[in-house]
């Protein structure tokens, strides 16, 4: 069913200042070329069918910087969608066999239920970047791991999701920014797990992205407030457990090197970079993009109102190895000149694909540059067994802007 263009109409006036910014090559890496950047505005809208209980709507509005909008609605079963969903999720962060040949697969049925009518629209305009507003209910979806027959989403598209087109305040690039960066992170925890791929994963990055770096008992609440209250610190990057629980905002925390801070304490960080937004907020942490029914992005959906252009964090439990590869090689396109988005998206084929390669004890990227250097056996082991699973590429999600 499609929707009425004055529906249309109505969806794309919001968008307008948003379609400005997209056209403005000012905002696109001068490495990538104008005529290769396609990106769009595409609206995902669930809802309940209030006349049958037994129902829900699903609208999509597509809206590209070229050509005409366009829009769709399908009617679903809300127990089927959210079976699927279900399903969907537990195969793809428990690491279950995701059988792509098979159209009745969750991967399959739900790209074809959400992108389904809008699939010839990507591929005829050619669209390689994508802004999704998703509502309720829909912003959890691992959207990178879903999978059109031929391709993962997250390796066709760049992407990034925004809950609400409020939390785009600062869509203008500063010229001149200072790009500094504050780097953070815990690797030894009393009673959780370690992550001993911290030190690593600060090390190098702090290599890439001028800044510095705070491990452990140097990561306390004193430096973490100096810092972010910092209008010189643009790029913050925090590597540690954390996790947003039921209960209210006391409940839900981020660990620090000693001690933790509650999503309370995190949120009041926002009154000091209101007018001076951070370019990128990254939680390379566990399950830092999922939340409750009143902020289902949880501690990621916070940066932005913390006061973020773009935050990543994270949909499950994440492997420790695999997260120190992704973000050291992300940091590395960005600092080559890719936008956030297409970096992302980059580093998800990398891995999907299998491109790293073992040489000495080390791992090297496709460039021949290193990503981690002392492989334990262990490791070594686990990367011959590959990372091509989504399990340990689609879990990071970007919210806010994708450049």
């Not at 969806?11 to 290769?36: F, P």
């Not at 127990?79 to 792509?100: E, G, H």
């Not at 913050?236 to 090197?257: C, D, N, R």
């Not at 590869?325 to 998206?345: T, V």
């Amino acid at each position: 069913m499609n929707i009425s263009l004055r529906s249309i109409a109505l969806v794309a006036t919001q968008y307008i200042s948003i379609i400005a910014i997209l056209l403005s090559t000012s905002n696109v890496a001068r490495s990538q070329a104008e005529s290769t950047y396609n990106p769009a505005v595409l609206k995902l809208i669930y809802t309940l069918n209030p006349a049958q209980s037994e129902s829900s709507f699903l609208d999509t509005i597509l809206i590209p910087t070229k050509g005409d909008p366009s829009a769709h609605r399908i009617e679903i079963d809300p127990k089927r969608f959210a079976r699927l969903l279900s399903q969907f999720y537990s195969q793809v962060a428990s690491l279950r066999t995701i059988n792509t040949s098979d159209e009745t697969s969750p991967s399959r049925e739900l790209y074809s239920l959400l992108f389904g009518p809008l699939h010839e629209s990507f591929l005829r305009q050619k669209i390689t970047t994508l802004l999704i507003s998703a509502n309720t209910g829909l912003q959890a979806v691992p959207f990178s791991a879903l999978h059109d027959g031929e391709e993962w989403f997250g390796t066709r598209f760049s992407f990034s999701l925004t809950p609400s087109l409020s939390l785009i305040k600062h869509l203008q690039d500063d010229a001149g920014a200072s790009r500094k960066s504050f780097l953070a992170g815990s690797s030894i925890f009393d009673g959780l797990a370690p992550l001993p791929m911290v030190n690593q994963e600060l090390k190098q990055i702090s290599q890439i992205r001028a800044g510095n770096a705070y491990l452990n008992e140097q990561f306390t609440r004193q430096v973490l407030d100096s810092s972010l209250s910092n209008p010189d610190v643009d790029y913050v990057h925090l590597s540690t457990h954390a996790e947003f629980l039921p209960g209210g905002p006391q409940k839900s925390k981020i660990y620090l090197g000693k001690g933790s801070l509650s999503i309370k304490e995190f949120s009041g960080l926002r009154l000091s970079r209101d007018d001076n937004p951070f370019e990128l907020f990254t939680l390379s942490a566990c399950r830092t993009a999922l939340g409750d029914r009143d902020s289902e992005l949880g501690l990621a959906g916070l940066a932005l109102q913390v006061g973020a252009k773009t935050a990543i964090g994270s949909l499950w439990y994440v492997d420790d190895l695999a997260t120190t590869i992704l973000f050291i090689r992300f940091y590395r396109l960005l600092d080559q000149g890719f936008p956030k988005g297409e970096a992302m998206r980059q580093v998800r084929t990398e891995l999907s694909k299998n491109q790293i390669e073992i040489k000495n004890q080390s791992l090297y990227d496709r460039d021949g540059e290193i990503l981690i250097e002392d492989l334990t056996p262990s490791q070594t082991r686990k990367l011959k067994r590959r990372l091509d699973h989504p399990f340990f590429w689609a879990a990071p999600i970007m919210l806010g802007l994708p450049w």
